[in-house]
């Protein structure tokens, strides 16, 4: 499907998985039809934002262009871009600084609530369905099962 038809399964107040850890295997096309979702939104005065949750870091292209558009409601465990982090030293975005190894356990456990949609980057898919992983991992066997 097309990016922008895969973000249509994204909702406001959805918590979102994504794969990636800093630069690498972070979904690169769903965050930004996301974006357009979100400034659809707005221009109807709508509020549309999610939870971001990922391995680490990501990239601009993510967390940048989410938090420049006011689209993230909490961010975790880790990110490094300057927009985002703008916005949670303005205390604009709720933010928890997580180590990675504790993640995958509190979502198991519920404690950030339920995991609505995971955005996996994958290098392909068998014939049988199976997900080839990109060159990241992080938190993806958490965010699909």
Known sequence: MSPDEAAQFIHPGDNVGMSGFTGAGYPKLVPGALVRRVEDATERGE???????????TAPELDGALAAVDAIDLRMPYQSDPVSRAKINAGLVDYLDLHLSHVAQMVWEGTFGHLDVAVVEVSGITAEGELIPSSSVGNNKTWID
């Open 47 to 57: 509020r549309f934002m999610v939870g971001v949750w990922t391995g680490a870091s």
